[in-house]
Structure formats: C-alpha cells, structure tokens
C-alpha cells in the first residue's frame, strides 16, 4: 500500500528541454548542477601545481639532472662498447612514448610524418647523431663534473659560429663569460690529470682520460654544427613544438641502427660482457628512462618558459649545472680535490656570466629602436622558428 500510495501521489516532470503546463522549460527553474567536490578539489590542486613556478623549474632541473645521471650510469661500464645500440633505443622509446601520447590526447599538435620534409631534415639529424654519439663516448671516459664543464666551450664556438654566418656580436660580458669558461676547463683537466697520475694505474687513466679529451673536443665542433645547422634550416620547415624531437628520432632510428650492426660486436659473448646479469635489468630500465627523459626534459623547458621567462629558464639552465656536477661526485665517486671543486665553481660562475650578458643584450635591444632585424642567437632563432 505504501508504494502504490506513493506511485499515486508521484507528479512526473517533464524530461531535460521539454515545456513546462506553464510555457516554461524546467532547466530555466533549476540551478545548475555542480561538479564534485572531490573533482573540484583534485582539479584547482593540479592548476596550482602547473601555475607553480618552484615547481616547473624543480621538475626541469630534476629531468636534466636524472638525464646525466642515468647516461653516465649505462655507458660507464668496464667493458660496455654498444654506444649505437644505446641510443637507438633511446629513439625507439622516445617515438613510441611521443605516438602513445598522441593516441591519449596529450600531444595535439605533431603533424604527420611529411617525406619532402625528412629529406630535407635528414642531414640535420646526421648532425644529431654525431653529437649525441659523441656526448655519450666522452660522457663514458670523463667524469659528470669535468663533462658538464668542457660542455661549456661549446657556447664559445656557437658564438662565433653565428658571428661568422649569421652576423652576431659577442658583448664584453659575454667575452668575460668565455675567459671563465676556458679557465674552469682547463682547471678541471689540470686536477683530473693530476688526480689520475697519482693513481695505482696511472698509464691506463691518463689513457683513459686523453680518450675523454678527444671526444669531448669532437663532441663540441658537432654540437656547434648542429646547433647551427639547425637554425638554417628550420626556417623553413614550419615545426611546431613537438615536430623538431619527432624528426630528429624518427630519422636516426635507421642510421643508428645500420651503425650498431656495422661497427658494433653482437657476438654473445660482448651481449654478455655489456649486459652482465647482476646489472642486466637495471641497464634495461636505465636505457628505456632516458627514452622518455627526454620528453620529460622538452616538456620541462616549455612549462618553465611559459610559467616563468627566457630569462628565467635562461638563469636556472645555468644554475643548474652546479647540482648536475655535484650528482658526479654524489653517484659515481668522482674525486674530490681543491682544483675540481673550484673548476665546477669557476664553471658555475662562467654560466651565470654569459646567462646574465644574454639578459643584458636583449634588454638592450628592446630598448634600441630596430633600424635592422636584430640578430638572435641559434638556440632562441630555433624556439621561435619551431613555435610560429
């Protein structure tokens, strides 16, 4: 009785948008429904973390560092000699987690795949792969310290790179910047030299390290290269945010791999001898994290510069490399002497200089009335080619 007595008492409302006895629609009387709370709370949580400027920067210092650190940890073996190998499946990993992305949603603006533009890219990316081959052969003979260092030379040789063909100019502060630069490098060679003479096998580590030197010097002429090769061409090729790293690891994926059949032994016994077993997993996630790492570290650079500035992102990048060095000697026991630690000061001062004298000539011409185009440098001409 109690239920029938309620279905006779029941008045049945119209459904969503139907009229009303009244000429009105029942949604005009109701007051909109609203989202739950716990959406609501989760929703503002996550808008305060991506507007947190502390915490873009602590996410892009983060990725760079765990990028060193797990590329120092792979290549630093005794006996690891797949160097191609590595950084094929770092391209592998990295077009599958950029098309992965692109199926969730996450990635909305990579273009298809466009042959005329992979001919026309593909020399930038052998460019690419004997920079990042190179980076990773000096990374696997010097210590994090004196690698993030000697890196620094390879502003120096931009800079006058894009003197010679773009028409730049080097500012006194920048000059100052290049002295500090040249004079922490050659500090941290003296101490490492030094520091390896002293050592029980004193012939196999100045071996080792006069190894380091030499790819370290090829490594800065093909980074510069690249940088400004780079710059030439994506003028026009019209890359958006992601079509630069899609590019440039798509198109190495078969010169890396052609390269690590032809140069590299795949015997057994060399699988074994780099991928020993009580290290054999961790080696297998390290090379797939610094796959993805560097999307974390594109994503990282963009979400500081949009939730800071150039200047900002400009500062920390040098800023950064002091915890960078300092992961050297915390992870992989790099020895600690009074001439490494004041190359790694002497470099981290070096950064601040020519980061800071980066600041001051775009202050100045924003203040100068343009009676030409100004010059950009290759790093700031790229952002700005790739994103318009």
């Known amino acids: 009785m109690s239920d029938k007595k309620n279905e006779d008492y029941a008045i049945?409302?119209?459904e969503s948008g139907a009229r009303s006895p009244f000429g009105g629609?029942?949604?005009?009387?109701?007051p909109p429904r609203s989202a739950r709370p716990a959406q609501v709370q989760l929703s503002s949580q996550i808008a305060k973390i991506?507007?947190?400027p502390g915490v873009s920067i602590l996410a892009y210092c983060l990725s760079s560092i765990s990028m060193t650190v797990v590329n120092k940890y792979v290549v630093s073996g005794s006996e690891w000699n797949?160097?191609?190998?590595?950084?094929g499946v770092q391209a592998v990993v990295c077009i599958l987690a950029i098309e992965l992305c692109k199926q969730l949603g996450l990635i909305t603006n990579l273009a298809p795949f466009e042959i005329n533009?992979?001919?026309r890219w593909f020399p930038i990316s052998l460019l690419l792969v004997g920079m990042i081959y190179t980076s990773t052969k000096s990374l696997q003979y010097l210590s994090v310290p004196v690698y993030t260092i000697f890196k620094n030379l390879t502003i120096i040789v931009i800079a006058y790179g894009e003197v010679l063909w773009f028409g730049g100019s080097v500012t006194p502060l920048a000059l100052l910047s290049f002295g500090l630069m040249v004079l922490s490098s050659v500090v941290?060679?003296?101490?490492?030299t030094r520091s390896a003479s002293q050592s029980v096998e004193a012939a196999e580590a100045l071996a080792t390290l006069n190894a380091g030197y030499a790819w370290m010097g090829m490594n800065v002429f093909c980074t510069a290269s690249y940088v400004l090769g780079m710059r030439k061409v994506i003028k026009n090729m019209n890359f958006k945010d992601w079509d630069t790293m899609?590019?440039?690891n798509f198109l190495t994926i078969p010169v890396l791999i052609v390269c690590s059949l032809l140069s590299e032994d795949w015997s057994s016994a060399n699988l074994a001898k780099n991928f020993p077993p009580e290290t054999r997993n961790s080696l297998l996630l390290g090379m797939i994290y610094s796959g993805i790492a560097t999307i974390f570290i594109s994503y990282c650079s963009a979400w500081c510069i949009r939730i800071t500035s150039s200047t900002t992102y400009s500062m920390v990048g040098a800023l950064n490399k002091l915890p960078i060095a300092v992961s050297g000697l915390v992870f992989f026991a790099a020895p600690v002497t009074v001439g490494s630690v004041s190359a790694?000061?002497?470099?981290?001062i070096s950064g601040i200089v020519y980061a800071w004298a980066k600041v001051r000539q775009t202050q100045v011409a924003k203040n100068t009335l343009p009676t030409t185009q100004p010059t950009m440098s290759a790093s700031s001409a790229s952002n700005r080619d790739a994103n318009s």
């Open 50 to 52: 991506e507007n947190n």
């Open 12 to 14: 049945r409302m119209p």
């Open 117 to 119: 533009k992979g001919k």
């Open 25 to 30: 629609e029942r949604d005009s009387f109701l």
């Open 82 to 87: 797949l160097n191609f190998f590595y950084l």
């Open 246 to 248: 899609f590019y440039n």
């Open 344 to 348: 790694i000061i002497l470099g981290f």
């Open 188 to 192: 941290a060679a003296w101490a490492d």
